[in-house]
């Protein structure tokens, strides 16, 4: 298992897209955690202020994610009108399960 660098301050990028069925795909890409969740919120608001439409967050950039992230998705859960995640590593898939936050983020095949 790769050792993670504290070192030197998480990050991660955040795109959005039109999806082919009307929805929002967001795509995070890196390190979503306490270091920069804020950072991601303001951004997501953003999005999500010009566009409440049902959302996609695409995960398969993401290398790690901490409670701090996984408590955003489920915030943006509550306000939206849909939220699936799509592309899913298999460990924060496993989080995710073990969490039980799958009951309210929708986790596609």
């Known amino acids: 298992m790769a050792a993670v660098d504290r070192a030197s301050p998480a990050t991660i990028v955040v795109t ?3 999806g082919h069925s009307g929805e929002v795909v967001i ?3 890196g390190e979503l955690d306490m270091s920069n969740v804020e950072t991601v919120r303001w951004q997501l608001d953003t999005l999500l ?3 409440p439409t ?16 996984i408590a955003l998705l489920v915030q943006v859960a509550a306000s939206a009108e849909a939220i699936s995640l799509r592309h ?9 399960q073990i969490t039980g936050v799958t009951d309210v983020l929708v986790v596609e095949p």
């Open 16 to 18: 959005s897209a039109p």
């Open 27 to 29: 795509s995070l890409a």
């Open 49 to 51: 202020a010009a566009n």
């Open 54 to 69: 049902p959302i996609v967050f695409d995960l398969s950039e993401v290398g790690f994610m901490d409670s701090s992230g």
């Open 88 to 96: 899913v590593p298999e460990l924060i898939q496993r989080v995710l």
